[in-house]
């Protein structure tokens, strides 16, 4: 006889492909699995076509992506009866309103966790037209939260607009898996260059601007700074310095641990409010010393001074960064002091409790 209970998670990404899953609840199935759960997922599309719907452009090909998108949604509403609980993340589709979610929670009646890391509610695009913002449809978000069993998110700030709808709200942070994956590898000494480095997608990039002066004149200072940025995307920045490293999973933290100095620069507004800070986790697992903007989550997450520092001027920045720069004991103080904070805060271990919890 089989006592275990069914989760379909219905996600805008394949498996094992976007950092927004892989760290918020997919590298949690082993424990899910382990606590008599079965699994079962269903991406919006498939791993060949999903980059070329979030790519700039291509209106037919989006348009085929889509239809397919929105087949396979009718399907998945077929498997929905046998679920115990339906795990949403972000949303079902990425336009029109939450016709999937009204008939998981009305019509089957099922539970519901509803998962996001960002202030989806909103967007950061300033130039967003007003076509966009009725097909894109965000105003779902509130009543998602109220058709919801549970809610979880990634930051007290997203959990505060959340509980304008539901009571029923967690804060389940990004976290990273400090076991098996983000071990700490120090290679502070014995090298020639010095390296600050950022990592993100290009919907990020656009942040770095803030500070590329800072770092072009610190470049001129040191002759022996380089400026390293990992992504999808090759940055448009000014720094001669500069080298880019394409992002891939496979070797992520290979790339992040030639950075001695993480930086996490970020605009003071309500969407950058709702950013769950994993840039900065990253880092810190790896006993990376980072500099962050003083916005939303990070206050929580750098003790300033202790494991990295939060700057929130132009001045600032240059000053900490700097001093990092020239001190490779404080580097290699508060890499460790970051790393052990993320192990007791923000790793999958301590957790992983909070994360079975949404099931109960």
Known sequence: MNNKKLILFITPYPFDQAPS????????????????????????????????????????????LLITGFINRIRTMIRVPRADFIFIHREITPIGPPVFEWIIAKVFRKKI????????????????????????????????????YRVSCGNEYLCAFARQYNSAVVCNPTTIDTSALHTSEMNTSGKEKITIG??????????????????????????????????????????????????????????????DIGIMPLPDDEWTKGKCGFKALQYMALEIPSVVSSVGVNINI?????????????????????????????????????????????????NTSTFLSLFL
């Open 302 to 350: 750098i003790d300033h001074g202790i494991n990295g520092f939060q700057a929130s001027t132009q001045s600032e920045w240059f000053n900490f960064l700097e001093l990092l720069i020239n001190n490779v004991s404080l580097r290699m103080e508060m890499g460790k002091s970051g790393r052990e904070k993320v192990i007791e805060s923000y790793s999958v271990s301590s």
């Open 21 to 64: 899953q892989r760290f918020r609840f997919e590298q949690y199935f082993n424990a899910l699995k382990g606590n008599h759960f079965n699994i079962d997922f269903y991406p919006f599309v498939s791993s060949s076509s999903y980059h070329k719907l979030y790519k700039a452009g291509h209106f037919f090909g989006k348009f085929i």
């Open 198 to 259: 950022w990592t993100g997608s290009h919907t990020t990039l656009k942040y770095l601007k803030t500070i590329e002066s800072v770092l072009a004149e610190l470049e001129k200072k040191y002759p022996a700074l380089e400026v390293l940025i990992i992504a999808n995307e090759k940055p448009e920045l000014k720094i001669q310095s500069l080298k880019y490293v394409p992002w891939t999973k496979d070797t992520e933290v290979e790339d992040l641990q030639k950075i």
């Open 113 to 148: 966790i509803y998962d996001f890391d960002d202030a989806i509610w909103g967007t950061d695009n300033l130039n967003e037209s007003k076509l966009e913002k009725l097909i894109r449809w965000r105003s779902k978000v509130r009543y998602i939260c109220r058709w919801s």
